[in-house]
C-alpha cells in the first residue's frame, strides 16, 4: 500500500519565484495536513485540510496557501520566496484524528 | 499550546532498553500524550499514544505518570534502527488537530 507520497523531492528556486508543492495521502484519507522544518527545529505547522476545507493554519504569512482536491490531494503554494523559506515541506495524512502519515518531504532551496 | 520539555540528547547500547522522558505539566485533561520519531532524512513517523493509562505496541511503550505532568517513551531493546529524533507532542482533538513539535531528544545508540 502506498504512503504519502510527494512531489517533487527537491527543488531550487530563486528569491522572489512562486512554488508549488504536491502531496497525495493515502488511499482513504480525508485529512492532509502541511508542515515546515529548517533545519535542527521540529515541524512547523501551516496548515491542515479536510474534506476541500481549511480546518487549521498555522502563523506564516499569507504567501503561503494551500488546497485540498476532490481526490484529497493538496498543493502547498508559496509566493515571492524569501531565502528564509528554505526548509524542508512535509504533508501529512490521516484517516482519524490520532496517527498522522508523513511523506519523505520536498526540500526546498532559495537562493 | 501545552508545551512539553524533553532532554536535548540520550545515549544507549545496542540492545539495552531506553527510557526517553517528558515533561509536560501544563497538560489539561483532554490532551493526549503523542510520540513520533524521525529518521534522518525521512518524514516523522507515529510510535504511540495515549491518554491516561500505560500503552504498549509493537515500536514501544508509553508510561504516563497518575498525575500526567510527565511520561516515558520505553524502547525495550534499542537496535541501531531506533537512533533518531524522538518528539513528545501534546495532541488535543480540538478545531485544529495540529501536531506541535518542539526540538525533540536526539538518540544515540552504540553498536
Known amino acids: 500500500d502506498a504512503g504519502v507520497t510527494q512531489s517533487p523531492t527537491h527543488l531550487i528556486k530563486t528569491r522572489g519565484q512562486h512554488v508549488t508543492l504536491r502531496c497525495s495521502p493515502i488511499?482513504?484519507?480525508?485529512?492532509v495536513s502541511w508542515y515546515q522544518q529548517v533545519l535542527g527545529q521540529g515541524p512547523q505547522f501551516i496548515f491542515q485540510?479536510?474534506?476541500?476545507?481549511?480546518?487549521g493554519r498555522g502563523n506564516f504569512p499569507d504567501r503561503f496557501s494551500a488546497r485540498q482536491f476532490p481526490n484529497y490531494s493538496s498543493e502547498l503554494n508559496v509566493n515571492a520566496l524569501l531565502l528564509g523559506d528554505s526548509a524542508l515541506y512535509l504533508c501529512?495524512?490521516?484517516?482519524?484524528?490520532?496517527?498522522?502519515?508523513f511523506g519523505q518531504g520536498t526540500r526546498l532551496t532559495v537562493v | 499550546d501545552a508545551k512539553t520539555t524533553q532532554p536535548n540528547s540520550m545515549e544507549s547500547n545496542e540492545e539495552e532498553p531506553v527510557h526517553l522522558p517528558c515533561n509536560h505539566s501544563?497538560?489539561?485533561?483532554?490532551?493526549?500524550i503523542h510520540w513520533y520519531r524521525q529518521l534522518p532524512s525521512q518524514g516523522p513517523e507515529y510510535v504511540i499514544h495515549?491518554?491516561?493509562s500505560n500503552v504498549n505496541n509493537r515500536m514501544a511503550s508509553l508510561a504516563i505518570a497518575e498525575d500526567r505532568k510527565s511520561s516515558t517513551l520505553i524502547l525495550h531493546r534499542a537496535t541501531l534502527r531506533d537512533a533518531a529524533v524522538y518528539y513528545c507532542?501534546?495532541?488535543?482533538?480540538?478545531?485544529?488537530?495540529?501536531?506541535?513539535f518542539g526540538k525533540g531528544i536526539t538518540l544515540s545508540v552504540r553498536p
Open positions: 501529512a495524512s490521516s484517516l482519524g484524528l490520532y496517527e498522522a502519515f
Open positions: 488511499s482513504g484519507h480525508k485529512s
Open positions: 485540510y479536510y474534506e476541500k476545507e481549511e480546518r
Open positions: 501544563t497538560i489539561s485533561g483532554t490532551d493526549y
Open positions: 495515549g491518554l491516561t
Open positions: 507532542i501534546l495532541f488535543n482533538t480540538g478545531a485544529n488537530s495540529k501536531l506541535t
